[in-house]
């Protein structure tokens, strides 16, 4: 006996195998068992009568069903916030003269190396609660607001809690190379040489991450710096992603990508060069459309170039205290569409099956096909596209994580 099928919904199924729409079966069925898919198709070709079939049958009434959402750049774990940043940004300063100001990154560090480790937990998990009220069961989160060994590994000890707390998958990136410590000894250089020499290591001995991640910017890390770092991860058998041209023009995706990066992200200044090498490396290409929109950026990545090189484009919140305060995986495809003009099939496959490519996930997550994890969410609407219609609504009906209720 199956543990769960669903009857009587359609499917989303974004196999790129089916080659409807969203890869779309009508009228269909979906079957569970040890937390995998183990049957979808139409439901007239059931082999038997569904109540014989499985111990719990839901009868979906004409609802969808599609992949859980994943979102593939979060900095969900921080201390306090910065809403007062907002006023000075509504008022003309830049998140450049933020940050060259003290504010910024700086401002949040100060602000988590201070909160307790449960604070830092109880903040992340309300807002991960959030997300996952709209049908998330993958997400990624960064550390990066400590900059010391005790506040980066805080972080991700909380990251790794979530996981505990919560059905959901959690991807972890260590973000030491997020800002240069403010107030510390070190300069850009040298910190680099430190958290190659100490940090990376024993994150890696610890297994307190999966990725290493930084920050490519005039007010970040110079390429050949982010260079050094990826060496080192990769020496430790870590992945590498990158925060790519998002201010100014680094060459820091074609860095990325040289690496074997899963991810560039951002990417609003990224050039011709940096898309051909993303495509040739397989480097997904992260859309950030919150913190377009929350920055008043007007530079649009350049989305037709990345079509044509058939590089994949993932779409996350990029949730974070400063450039994205965005707790709405929903929004977030309703701006990839609206702000990136990405049809609604390439939004909710870049919440999907590229995100989660994002976070080297594909073989388990982010499509619905026999074997695969059941990562799932149920929703009211009447066809895929709507997910990404609506601004500010919620679907959701319920969700599953590796066939678990995450949402009921
Ligand atoms: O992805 N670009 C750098 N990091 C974050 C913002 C961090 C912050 O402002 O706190 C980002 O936009
Ligand atoms: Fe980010």
């Known amino acids: 006996m199956w543990d769960r099928l669903y009857t009587n919904g359609h499917v989303a199924s974004m196999d790129p195998n089916n080659s409807t729409a969203f890869g779309a079966i009508h009228d269909a069925a979906l079957g569970i068992k040890d937390g995998r898919i183990i049957w979808i198709g139409k439901g007239a070709d059931l082999l038997d009568k569904p109540d014989a079939l499985a111990h719990m049958v839901t009868d979906l009434d004409g609802a969808w069903i599609t992949p859980g959402l994943i979102d593939c750049h979060t900095h969900l774990v921080f201390g306090g916030n910065r809403v007062r940043e907002f006023d000075l940004r509504l008022n003309g300063a830049s998140y450049e003269d933020i940050a060259k100001a003290g504010g910024g990154i700086a401002a949040t560090v100060k602000a988590t190396r201070a909160a307790t480790e ?63 410590p403010p107030d510390g000894p070190m300069d850009a250089n040298a910190y680099i040489d430190w958290l190659c020499t100490h940090m990376v290591p024993d994150i890696a001995r610890q297994g307190l991450a999966d990725a290493v991640d930084g920050f490519c910017e005039t007010i970040g890390f110079t390429p050949e710096q982010i260079d050094r770092l990826f060496k080192t991860a990769k020496a430790h058998g870590l992945a590498v992603k990158l925060h790519a ?25 990224l050039d011709q060069t940096g898309v051909a090498a993303m495509a040739k490396a397989g480097t997904v290409a992260v859309l950030l459309p919150g913190a ?82 059941a990562d799932l969410a149920i929703w009211a609407i009447s066809e895929p596209a709507e997910l990404c219609y609506w601004i500010g609504g919620n679907p959701l009906m319920s969700s599953l994580h590796h066939g678990k209720e995450s949402i009921a």
Request: aromatic share 4%; charged share 20%; hydrophobic share 45%.
């Open 118 to 180: 449960d604070d830092l937990f109880d903040s992340a998990l309300a807002r991960l609660d959030q997300m996952r009220a709209q049908g998330l069961t993958s997400i990624e989160v960064k550390s990066g607001y400590g900059l010391d060994r005790d506040t980066e590994l805080k972080m991700l000890r909380v990251a790794g809690k979530l996981a505990n707390a919560r059905p959901i998958t959690v991807r972890r990136s260590f973000l030491g190379a997020h800002a240069v």
């Open 245 to 269: 041209e998002q201010l100014s023009n680094q060459q820091g995706a074609a860095l990325a990508a040289r690496h074997g990066a899963l991810s560039a992200d951002h990417l609003e200044y």
């Open 292 to 373: 377009f929109y929350a920055l008043r950026e007007t530079k649009l990545p350049p989305v037709d170039d990345l079509r044509r090189h058939k590089v994949p484009i993932a779409i996350a919140s990029d949730c974070n205290p400063g450039s994205a305060p965005l707790l709405s995986p929903l929004l977030a495809l309703n701006m990839a569409c609206t702000l990136f003009r990405l049809t609604p099939y390439e939004a909710l496959a870049g919440m999907t099956i590229h995100a989660a490519r994002a976070l080297g996930l594909q073989a388990d997550t982010g499509m619905l096909r026999v074997g695969m994890a």
